[in-house]
């Protein structure tokens, strides 16, 4: 009881909040469609943030602004413009050379760092992320949209010339693929929304932008800056529920790219719906249930100090945490008693106390969700390992380490995305690597070992299985000049940023035979800058 009174106290009546930290709430009755703000006077959501504001009436949580509850009519509006943009590849757009496209971009960048202030603010009151973190999600998606104009700025480089072969000359280029669905996820609604949606514009596609439920309002403040900066018709915001705007969008049959972050579920159900899937381009990042295995010869120390990283950052609230740990049952108690130790040690609270990392939960069902595994792990034998596991007050949830963890719980296979840390012990190594071999997900896995035989053993099994093997590391997304991409369920397309501009793009080319009279038609074409496509330009 003591416990669950001082978690009560996190929360705070709205005049203690810090000045600098409060928000107006902000109330969007527009949204960008074919190069204007639209007007909006129908339906909106109320937004209310993961934070609660102690009242005469007990924890409420805080309304902080509305949006637009759009229908199917204005979603196929807004495709229409996006289709009429492309105009099947004749558009401004799409015609557009890469430099004036970079330009562009650079411009939009300008006019979102001047949003940085509100942007930062709406991220951490919509989803409860800590203002460091908020901060630091901004800052490396700026960072991600410099990088990936710098690795465009290459890729025209190396296509700037001409190659000759078997008496052909050409020149290979990558071109855009027509309109692109984007939807980004809560858990980064600004940067893993904007590393799908930058590469996707600047390769010359147009666009059609679902913001995510829970992170809405942050895009608001930017939509003026996409208005500017780019023609009409290639940024075109959706608003409203997605089952009832997304499936018409999809059985037009227009989009030509579907990018999505979020379940394999709604991903397999958004491509059936293509009337022609063979068209389709998909670019998926899905459910993952990434493992962490410790072998006795582990530093304990480093792998309690990632664990707790690798699980609870954003609350365990990202597709790469760890969401299950294999320990050898040699160090299992040992183990968990470190494990518990450090969490005990998290501070926790409003995401505006410095040094927080433990958080209020944005899903409104997902404390009751957390109770309903923790309950159903103790009744096939778990129990609540850590102090104050589980405890729970209004949005708030702390950390529960489950152990022993069998699998026939429901933590042994769902993907739990929350502050719950399910701990399995094993004997043989064969066990955590079966569990992955037969897992639906295959995204990363890490393992923490400093015995250079058990880790060449487990390696070259399980890059099979996974994408991503972390030795004595957790899991996690960066650099992200690294591929980011999942095997089975977990995702569809490589991302990073060169594969992200591959994954917009298609590699198309100019040819001709090599004779007097198409040498002249080359030249004059490329010497008098008649196409854009057809060009040695050089980008520096």
Not at 199 to 204: E, H, K, S, V, W
Not at 212 to 233: C, D, I, N, V, W
């Given at each position: 009881?003591k416990?669950?009174?001082?978690?009560?106290?996190?929360?705070v009546?709205?005049?203690?909040?810090p000045?600098?930290?409060?928000l107006d709430?902000v109330?969007?009755?527009e949204y960008?469609?074919?190069?204007?703000?639209?007007?909006?006077?129908g339906?909106?959501?109320e937004v209310?943030s993961?934070?609660?504001?102690?009242?005469?009436?007990?924890?409420?949580?805080?309304?902080?602004?509305t949006?637009?509850?759009c229908?199917?009519?204005?979603a196929?509006a807004?495709?229409?413009?996006?289709v009429a943009?492309?105009?099947?590849?004749?558009?401004?757009w799409p015609t557009?050379s890469v430099?004036?496209?970079?330009?562009?971009?650079?411009e939009?960048t300008?006019?979102m760092?001047?949003?940085?202030d509100?942007?930062?603010?709406l991220l951490m009151?919509?989803?409860?992320k800590?203002y460091a973190?908020?901060?630091?999600?901004?800052?490396?998606t700026v960072e991600?949209?410099?990088d990936?104009?710098?690795a465009?700025?290459?890729?025209?480089?190396q296509s700037?010339?001409?190659?000759?072969e078997g008496?052909i000359i050409a020149q290979?280029r990558?071109?855009?693929l027509?309109v692109v669905l984007?939807?980004?996820?809560?858990?980064?609604?600004l940067?893993?929304?904007f590393?799908?949606?930058?590469?996707?514009i600047?390769?010359g596609n147009?666009?059609?932008f679902k913001?995510?439920?829970?992170?809405?309002?942050l895009?608001y403040?930017?939509?003026r800056?996409?208005?500017e900066?780019?023609?009409?018709g290639?940024?075109?915001?959706?608003y409203?529920r997605?089952?009832?705007?997304?499936p018409a969008?999809m059985?037009?049959?227009?989009i030509?790219v579907?990018?999505?972050?979020g379940?394999s579920k709604?991903?397999?159900?958004?491509?059936?719906?293509h009337?022609k899937?063979?068209?389709?381009?998909?670019?998926?990042?899905?459910?993952a249930?990434?493992a962490?295995?410790?072998?006795?010869?582990?530093?304990?120390?480093?792998?309690?100090?990632?664990?707790?990283?690798?699980?609870?950052?954003?609350?365990?609230?990202?597709c790469?945490?760890?969401?299950?740990?294999?320990?050898?049952?040699s160090?299992?108690?040992q183990?968990?008693?470190?494990?518990?130790?450090?969490i005990?040690?998290l501070?926790y609270?409003?995401?505006?106390?410095?040094?927080?990392m433990?958080t209020?939960?944005?899903?409104?069902?997902k404390?009751?969700?957390l109770?309903?595994i923790i309950?159903?792990?103790?009744?096939?034998?778990?129990?609540?390992m850590?102090?104050?596991?589980?405890?729970?007050?209004?949005?708030?949830?702390f950390?529960?380490?489950?152990?022993p963890v069998?699998n026939?719980m429901?933590?042994y296979?769902e993907?739990q995305?929350?502050?719950v840390?399910?701990?399995?012990p094993?004997?043989?190594?064969?066990?955590?690597i079966e569990?992955i071999i037969?897992?639906?997900?295959?995204q990363q896995?890490?393992?923490?070992?400093n015995?250079?035989?058990?880790?060449?053993?487990?390696?070259?099994p399980l890059?099979?299985?996974?994408s991503?093997?972390n030795?004595?590391?957790?899991c996690?997304?960066?650099?992200?000049?690294f591929?980011?991409t999942?095997?089975?369920d977990s995702?569809?397309?490589t991302l990073?940023?060169?594969?992200?501009?591959?994954?917009f793009?298609?590699?198309?080319?100019?040819a001709?035979?090599?004779?007097?009279?198409?040498k002249?038609l080359?030249?004059e074409?490329?010497?008098?800058?008649?196409?854009?496509f057809l060009?040695?330009?050089?980008?520096f």
């Amino acid at each position: 009881m003591k416990f669950i009174n001082e978690l009560a106290e996190i929360f705070v009546t709205e005049d203690v909040i810090p000045e600098k930290y409060r928000l107006d709430e902000v109330h969007q009755r527009e949204y960008l469609s074919n190069g204007e703000m639209v007007e909006w006077t129908g339906k909106v959501h109320e937004v209310y943030s993961p934070v609660c504001i102690r009242t005469e009436n007990g924890l409420q949580r805080k309304l902080i602004g509305t949006y637009p509850v759009c229908t199917e009519k204005e979603a196929l509006a807004a495709l229409d413009a996006a289709v009429a943009a492309y105009d099947n590849g004749r558009g401004q757009w799409p015609t557009m050379s890469v430099a004036d496209r970079i330009k562009c971009v650079e411009e939009f960048t300008h006019k979102m760092i001047q949003q940085k202030d509100i942007v930062v603010k709406l991220l951490m009151w919509e989803i409860g992320k800590s203002y460091a973190d908020s901060v630091k999600e901004f800052d490396r998606t700026v960072e991600y949209i410099y990088d990936t104009i710098d690795a465009l700025k290459d890729i025209d480089r190396q296509s700037s010339g001409f190659e000759q072969e078997g008496g052909i000359i050409a020149q290979i280029r990558r071109s855009p693929l027509g309109v692109v669905l984007c939807m980004g996820p809560f858990n980064y609604p600004l940067n893993e929304t904007f590393t799908t949606l930058i590469p996707a514009i600047i390769m010359g596609n147009t666009l059609l932008f679902k913001p995510p439920k829970h992170g809405t309002l942050l895009h608001y403040p930017l939509l003026r800056a996409f208005q500017e900066s780019f023609p009409k018709g290639v940024v075109n915001t959706i608003y409203g529920r997605g089952h009832s705007i997304v499936p018409a969008l999809m059985q037009s049959g227009k989009i030509n790219v579907l990018t999505l972050i979020g379940s394999s579920k709604v991903a397999n159900e958004l491509k059936k719906l293509h009337p022609k899937v063979n068209r389709l381009r998909a670019i998926l990042g899905l459910d993952a249930k990434n493992a962490a295995i410790i072998t006795p010869s582990a530093d304990l120390k480093l792998a309690v100090q990632e664990t707790v990283l690798g699980s609870l950052s954003f609350n365990g609230q990202r597709c790469t945490a760890l969401k299950i740990i294999f320990v050898h049952k040699s160090i299992a108690e040992q183990f968990i008693g470190q494990l518990s130790e450090a969490i005990s040690k998290l501070k926790y609270g409003m995401p505006w106390n410095e040094g927080v990392m433990l958080t209020p939960l944005p899903e409104p069902h997902k404390p009751d969700y957390l109770k309903e595994i923790i309950e159903d792990a103790k009744a096939h034998g778990a129990k609540v390992m850590n102090e104050n596991g589980g405890t729970t007050v209004a949005s708030f949830v702390f950390p529960a380490v489950m152990y022993p963890v069998n699998n026939k719980m429901k933590l042994y296979r769902e993907e739990q995305f929350g502050p719950v840390i399910p701990v399995v012990p094993y004997e043989s190594l064969e066990e955590p690597i079966e569990y992955i071999i037969d897992s639906t997900h295959g995204q990363q896995v890490s393992i923490f070992s400093n015995d250079v035989e058990e880790l060449s053993s487990s390696i070259d099994p399980l890059v099979n299985q996974v994408s991503r093997v972390n030795i004595n590391s957790q899991c996690q997304r960066g650099p992200d000049i690294f591929p980011f991409t999942g095997r089975k369920d977990s995702a569809e397309g490589t991302l990073s940023v060169v594969d992200a501009l591959r994954a917009f793009s298609i590699r198309s080319l100019v040819a001709t035979k090599l004779n007097e009279t198409n040498k002249q038609l080359i030249n004059e074409i490329v010497h008098g800058h008649h196409s854009n496509f057809l060009s040695t330009k050089y980008i520096f």
